[in-house]
């Protein structure tokens, strides 16, 4: 017995309405001399969408879905329709340059859903979108701390019916704010979702989410970072921006494919982290008054080394903002811009040709006085920073090494003559950050046992014995309190060591020994080490050792 299946055949006859509908789209780009287009596959630009009123786009049929710079994406039913021809003249007019695309209307029809997705979000000036501020800044003001935060999120997910996931990622987005978080971690395992915050350089867990407000939550973020919502097994990269009262912080998103599900990070980029004052980085006083005379120079390098977040950029921040005066010109070539700077010329690098080395090639076109390249990642852009600092430029760089006196056999590895290299660099220079002590809560406690032997033999190797503090009785613990989120550290500080190239330090490098020999060269300047920077620091009160632990080696 055959039965009819009303729903298949109505299916089919739907997907045939489709298709015919389609190939007609198809015969009427190619009439027009125009290419088609089906919306279904393709990810719609909230950027580009809102340059139509949604009234007018269903009424003239003609949605915009992709924008860069000023040239515009739009998928069109009819290109002969006066409705039409008013939107492209309008936009013309606004110094827009359409790019006309035909679409079906049931392809467009897809595109129009994305409207409902811009009621909480606006345009930037950047081009990214923002989310609206008030709501940021009263969530601030009302939910100062992560334990709130997370009570917060847990409520509004308990009240399944009437949850937004926008109000759970603004609530998110103002806990890191409010924390000065750098990083929201978003992490799927195979029965749950973890959200972190990377605290002072540390992940904290804020809480667990179920996997289906995490699926909403990874498109949101997708949409308002411009990314392919249909694309699962590529990793991807946006951003979107929050304008608040007085800043604008910038969130880059990154989203990587992972064992469960894509997993999620966003960076905040927070002008008010790396906003430092060059005197309140924690760099000791001796090697702050080199720093000085050396990036007075109208020549030559400094060099900034250590790992990646170890507070490189912030310092290089530092260093233009001090030397900075209407009569010279700055140019930086950076990897992102993560804080604007007024009166100096900034340009960021990107995948589509734009490099280190290429931008530092335009930058000496632009006849600057100092140049600051992000970071030196090949021989090539090495030679030309180096050639720099040799015919009139100062230069401000970083290096991935672990000390200072790494730099130079790392700068011989990437094929500089050891010779130029000694008469280029002025001083080199490596970090680290440490979690500073909570002050309403860190507690004090004698020096005793394997903590004391530990300082005491750091110190013994200090060449200046006056920086030495002469009450070497007590140390800090960390306590925790609601104040640093019951971590016991509030805040970070950097650690710092340097080399200045003299007589002695020259020659090692110019026979080319190694990073250690360098190092012996160099200790006659008297300068402290990463770990004596951090002792100091730990007997001040300002860390601990077992921070100082976490980040250098102190029984080297």
Same mark, same amino acid.
């Given at each position: ?409 790392? =700068?011989? $590895?990437?094929?500089? !003559?050891?010779? &130029?290299? %000694? #008469?280029?660099?002025? @001083? ?71 080399? =200045?190239? $003299?007589?002695?330090? !020259?020659?090692? &490098?110019? %026979? #080319?020994?190694?990073? @250690? ?40």
């Amino acid at each position: 017995m055959i039965t009819f299946d009303e729903d298949k055949q109505n299916q089919k006859l739907k997907d045939l309405h489709q298709k015919e509908e389609e190939e007609i789209a198809k015969i009427i780009a190619s009439r027009h001399g125009l290419e088609y287009i089906d919306l279904g596959g393709v990810p719609i630009e909230t950027d580009a969408l809102k340059l139509i009123d949604e009234t007018d786009s269903r009424a003239s049929k003609v949605i915009a879905f992709a924008i860069i710079d000023k040239k515009l994406k739009l998928a069109v039913r009819n290109p002969d329709d006066e409705k039409t021809l008013m939107i492209l003249n309008s936009l013309n007019s606004s110094g827009y340059t359409p790019a006309i695309y035909v679409a079906s209307t049931t392809s467009i029809e897809k595109g129009w859903d994305t409207y409902k997705d811009l009621s909480r979000t606006r345009e930037t000036t950047a081009g990214s979108i923002d989310i609206e501020h008030d709501e940021i800044m009263s969530i601030i003001n009302s939910h100062p701390k992560i334990e709130d935060i997370k009570a917060v999120i847990s409520n509004i997910l308990a009240n399944r019916k009437g949850y937004k996931i926008s109000r759970v990622l603004e609530h998110i987005l103002a806990g890191a704010l409010t924390n000065d978080a750098s990083d929201i971690h978003i992490e799927p395992e195979e029965e749950y979702v973890r959200v972190r915050y990377r605290l002072d350089g540390v992940l904290v867990d804020l809480l667990d989410i179920d996997p289906s407000t995490y699926t909403l939550l990874l498109s949101r973020i997708k949409l308002l970072s411009g990314m392919k919502l249909n694309v699962k097994k590529e990793s991807q990269d946006g951003r979107f921006s929050i304008k608040l009262t007085d800043t604008e912080i910038e969130v880059r998103a990154s989203i990587l494919p992972g064992a469960y599900n894509e997993s999620i990070v966003l960076r905040l980029l927070n002008p008010k982290s790396i906003s430092v004052p060059l005197e309140e980085l924690g760099i000791p006083k001796k090697l702050l008054s080199i720093i000085l005379k050396q990036i007075d120079r109208p020549n030559g390098m400094v060099l900034t080394t250590g790992p990646t977040g170890s507070g490189k950029t912030t310092t290089l921040y530092a260093f233009l903002k001090k030397v900075h005066n209407p009569g010279i010109k700055i140019i930086t070539i950076e990897d992102p811009i993560e804080y604007h700077l007024p009166g100096i010329v900034q340009t960021q690098v990107n995948d589509k040709g734009y490099t280190f080395l290429e931008g530092l090639r335009s930058a000496l076109r632009q006849d600057p006085d100092i140049i600051m390249v992000g970071e030196i990642r090949d021989s090539e852009t090495a030679e030309i920073a180096i050639n720099s600092s040799l015919t009139g430029h100062l230069v401000f760089s970083t290096l991935h090494t672990n000390d200072a006196s790494g730099s130079f056999p790392r =700068l011989i $590895d990437l094929g500089i !003559n050891p010779h &130029v290299i %000694s #008469s280029a660099i002025n @001083v080199a220079l490596a970090q680290r950050l440490l979690r500073c002590l909570c002050k309403a809560c860190k507690k004090e406690v004698p020096l005793e046992g394997e903590r004391k032997v530990k300082v005491e033999k750091v110190l013994n190797e200090i060449v200046d014995k006056t920086e030495i503090p002469e009450d070497r009785s007590k140390i800090w613990e960390a306590v925790g309190c609601k104040e640093c989120n019951n971590t016991g550290y509030k805040g970070r500080i950097g650690i710092y060591e340097g080399i =200045l190239v $003299d007589e002695e330090v !020259n020659k090692a &490098v110019e %026979s #080319s020994m190694g990073a @250690v020999e360098i190092r012996r060269s160099a200790n006659h300047q008297g300068i402290l080490k990463l770990a004596e920077d951090g002792i100091l620091k730990a007997l001040s009160g300002i860390t601990t050792i077992e921070e100082l632990e976490r980040v250098v080696d102190i029984t080297e």
